[in-house]
């Protein structure tokens, strides 16, 4: 009897409280929803320029799934401006493929194919040659190259150099992976201790009497960003000089960068931890809001190939600041970019911070009109 009425009191809540029920119910179904569109993407063939290459070793690589672009002249500059993956370049016989490798997951496949290609091409060319030099039948040649491997060295094996415009041979997924953990994890404790801090604040009734005071929203807002940020600052400095000297995460920019972005990444997360506080009235309530603000960052941070998704999911994926901040550390951190050449992200992170401390002073209104 009294475990009935304990079970009726519990559901009798539950049902009250609509916004637990319905994120409780949605959050999963939208969570799966975008995973199942995200891990069911397109895939994309790699794209690859070539110089001086050979029709014939081309259309083997076009076989590969490869799409090829020609170019008269073209360098490691020509990869970047035109986000290939790669470059194969064929100079008097000798052949050098350059990588971008800016995904090693991408770049490891694409040397695997070319150097597949790149041997059916010389045993194809070896079947040609072969007996016009000897005078042979091509099984008499084969034979004969089988015995003698300095023979066959000389035809199939034709050496080729790869060179990376990222990393080198040994960069693992890892690599570029830190850079955007690093983001994410000062993004998301930085969300949670900011949210749950203001929220203490009201529940203690210390922000309604505040509130009776002549004080305005903005101050507030401003006063809180403040004293939540100076801890977000100490935050964000301990986890990026942990993460570089510590753990010996790879750092070819400038540190002083990382930790700019970082602490750009802060206050966004700051304002908006303390935006969507004001919407909720117990810590579970507000740990209801990370399936919905915090989870969608990580698929749309950079850690998944962005471009095997749909069309639509790309243009969703712009509207979460960790895909900005999760861009400017992956080129600062792993390509060694400036400020200069992230400009774009950085501004994204300014407009994102504006707008949710605007959004915190319109916020503060429902608790009192000022």
Excluded: H
């Excluded at 404790?189 to 801090?197: A, D, K, L, N, T």
């Excluded at 309604?208 to 807002?221: A, K, N």
């Amino acid at each position: 009897m009294r475990i009935s009425a304990l079970v009726k009191r519990i559901c009798l809540q539950m049902l009250r409280d609509k916004r637990t029920l319905a994120l409780m119910f949605v959050a999963p179904l939208l969570v799966l929803t975008l995973m199942y569109f995200i891990f069911n993407g397109n895939t994309v063939n790699p794209k690859i320029g070539v110089v001086g290459v050979d029709q014939g070793l081309i259309k083997i690589i076009e076989k590969a799934k490869i799409d090829v672009k020609n170019y008269d002249k073209a360098t490691k500059q020509t990869v970047v401006d035109d986000k290939l993956d790669g470059l194969l370049q064929d100079e008097n016989g000798k052949l050098t493929l350059i990588l971008q490798n800016a995904d090693p997951s991408t770049a490891k496949p694409l040397q695997m194919k070319i150097n597949q290609a790149v041997a059916v091409y010389s045993q194809t060319k070896l079947m040609q040659q072969l007996p016009m030099m000897t005078g042979m039948p091509n099984s008499k040649t084969l034979g004969m190259t089988q015995q003698n491997p300095a023979v066959t060295d000389k035809f199939t094996e034709k050496t080729m150099t790869t060179k990376y415009v990222y990393g080198n041979k040994d960069t693992a997924f890892f690599d570029v992976l830190s850079p955007i953990l690093v983001g994410f994890f000062v993004f998301f404790f930085v969300f949670i201790i900011s949210g749950i801090g203001l929220l203490r604040e009201r529940t203690t009734g210390t922000l309604e009497r505040l509130m009776s005071t002549p004080i305005r929203r903005t101050e507030i807002v401003t006063a809180y960003l403040i004293g939540f940020g100076i801890f977000a600052v100490v935050q964000t400095i301990i986890v990026v000089l942990y993460a570089i000297n510590v753990l010996d995460i790879v750092l070819v920019g400038s540190m002083i960068n990382v930790i700019f972005i970082n602490l750009l990444l802060a206050l966004v997360a700051l304002s908006l931890g303390i935006l969507l506080s004001t919407f909720a009235s117990s810590e579970f309530q507000m740990m209801q809001f990370i399936p919905i603000a915090v989870v969608p960052q990580v698929f749309f941070a950079g850690i998944f190939p962005l471009s095997g998704m749909a069309n639509w999911l790309q243009i969703i994926a712009e509207i979460f600041p960790m895909y900005y901040a999760g861009d400017a550390l992956k080129k600062v951190m792993y390509e060694g970019f400036g400020l200069t050449d992230i400009g774009g992200d950085l501004l994204a992170l300014v407009i994102f911070a504006l707008l949710f401390i605007v959004l915190n002073i319109v916020a503060l209104k429902r608790y009192r009109t000022l």
